[in-house]
């Protein structure tokens, strides 16, 4: 992929007493190189479509299946929508182009965060994953971030080699990579490494590494993840999820195997009675009885397919995809490879998360901890992604200046 070149549009000349009297931000509408004439309105009306489609699903989910209904969820995910809209625009007024001379501080200070939460009496410990710190009521899980700080951190070094990779270079690439995602293995957290690994190889190809190269390291990739589940490093519970899914068929065999299953059986119950049009909102069963677990977070799909059924996937999936071709069109349009880096990570980082949220909730993908991109309770997730939606408007705005 090739960012394609734009030449920046001369605006008209101005007059004397324009030059003296005009208000930078007043008179934008007759600059046509102005970054405010070139917002992405389809991308911000599809991020605030899907994100409030989610808010409404994670209601369902947690409202009760009797009044009085709880609002406290819900009441959190709007907070979150209001800080997430702040933070986006803050994120597309400010010149994506600054980060390239500050990329190493974000970088380093998400790589700090990882290690600060493995510090015991530090980082909290959730279903035996040292992956959170505790902020009064609220908790941050670092490791979110520090996918957007990879991608920021590799989109600035290898802007830096214009396209000239050679072997001590690809190194430097992939040691950068690699360090986040092994800190976030210590924690452990294998859902979160996955989505990194994809990005990572996506990131790689796109800024020029040959194809050979890439074969190489994704067998390498391959020998390090049987290694990983044989070596006791991932939790009981972790390996189970991963295997259950290869072997739906087969009998279960051990007490975790069964409650592994029993999530794998639930999530394809309800998404299977939705049908075509489903059951209503708020009259799914399988979601007001609580039958599947983590619905509010990883499984959040499932009550899109119980009440809404084949439509509202459908729906959901189109909004996802609009977001995505915006965020693909937006890197193609970039003027320099530093914004179309950064906005290639993004793109792949959303379908990613995306294709194994939903794939694990029918059975084709292993069940792991990976948000639905704006639609899954969890502040982290939502404010890590409007910071990204951000930058990617940023990058389209400034494709003339």
Not at 372 to 396: E, K, R
């Amino acid at each position: 992929m090739t960012a394609t070149r734009y030449r920046p549009r001369t605006p008209p000349p101005r007059s004397p007493r324009s030059s003296t009297t005009r208000l930078p931000m007043a008179n934008f509408r007759s600059n046509p190189g102005s970054p405010l004439r070139h917002v992405d309105w389809v991308l911000v009306v599809a991020v605030a479509l899907v994100t409030c489609f989610g808010a409404l699903m994670v209601y369902s989910v947690t409202r009760g299946p009797v009044p009085p209904y709880e609002t406290g969820f819900v009441k959190r995910v709007v907070m979150f929508m209001i800080i997430g809209a702040l933070l986006m625009a803050a994120a597309a007024v400010f010149d994506y182009r600054r980060l390239r001379d500050y990329w190493p501080f974000i970088y380093g200070g998400s790589v700090t965060l990882l290690l600060l939460v493995l510090i015991p009496g530090v980082g909290e410990s959730r279903s035996g994953t040292q992956g959170w710190f505790q902020l009064g009521p609220f908790q941050l899980q670092p490791s979110e971030l520090a996918k957007l700080g990879m991608i920021i951190g590799f989109a600035g070094l290898a802007s830096q080699f214009r396209g000239d990779l050679d072997t001590p270079r690809v190194l430097m690439l992939l040691g950068l990579c690699g360090l986040p995602m092994g800190l976030v293995m210590l924690q452990p957290d294998l859902g979160t490494t996955l989505v990194s690994v994809a990005v990572s190889f996506a990131l790689l190809l796109v800024a020029g590494v040959r194809p050979r190269v890439l074969g190489v390291l994704a067998l390498g990739a391959v020998v390090v993840t049987t290694l990983v589940l044989t070596s006791g490093v991932l939790k009981e519970y972790q390996v189970a999820r991963l295997t259950t899914y290869v072997r739906q068929d087969q009998e279960v065999t051990s007490e975790r195997d069964e409650e592994t299953r029993y999530n794998l059986d639930q999530a394809k119950l309800a998404i299977g009675s939705g049908g075509l049009t489903g059951k209503g909102l708020f009259q799914g069963t399988q979601t007001n009885n609580s039958f599947v677990p983590e619905q509010r977070t990883d499984f959040i799909f499932t009550a899109v397919g119980e009440q809404l059924g084949f439509v509202g996937c459908a729906a959901l999936l189109t909004g996802l995809g609009v977001i995505v071709w915006r965020v693909w069109r937006t890197a193609q349009l970039a003027r320099d490879d530093f914004g179309m880096l950064l906005c290639t990570g993004v793109m792949v980082m959303i379908v990613i998360q995306s294709f194994e949220n939903i794939g694990m909730t029918i059975g084709i993908m292993p069940i792991t901890g990976i948000p639905l991109p704006f639609m899954s309770y969890g502040g982290s997730a939502l404010l890590t992604m409007c910071i990204s939606i951000g930058l990617v408007l940023s990058v389209h705005m400034r494709r003339f200046s």
